[in-house]
């Protein structure tokens, strides 16, 4: 049974920053692409930032410079740290894994992040 368990979330002012962490477990955690997505009220679910198994990485463009992704295979752990954080970066994040081996899509239940002005 896969399992991705997010934390690190909460209420923070515009400037600050946030460590998100999702726990995986059930899966090949080295073998997959290891994601966060975020949906704000009214909107789409977004990529925020990915970790290939190789160890590259990309990032939305409005959070280039700000957000670090990083992958602990040894933890099952994925990371995302977050530096000035803007009210706009409130949403719902959500981790993600992509098993290219199965083909198909794992998702976490979400922890909200709110960035207050």
């Known amino acids: 049974q896969v399992q991705l368990v997010e934390s690190g979330g909460g209420l923070v002012q515009a400037g600050g920053s946030l460590r998100l962490s999702c726990a995986a477990s059930?899966?090949?955690?080295?073998?997959?692409?290891m994601g966060w997505y975020r949906q704000a009220p009214g909107k789409q679910r977004e990529l925020v930032a990915r970790?290939?198994?190789?160890?590259?990485?990309n990032y939305a463009d409005a959070v280039k410079g700000r957000f670090t992704i990083s992958r602990d295979n040894a933890k099952n752990t994925v990371y995302l740290q977050m530096n000035s954080l803007k009210p706009e970066d409130t949403a719902v994040y959500y981790c993600n894994s992509y098993s290219p081996l199965r083909g198909r899509d794992y998702w976490g239940q979400g922890t909200q992040v709110t960035v207050s002005s």
């Open positions: 970790a290939s198994s190789d160890g590259s990485t």
């Open positions: 059930g899966l090949t955690f080295s073998l997959n692409v």
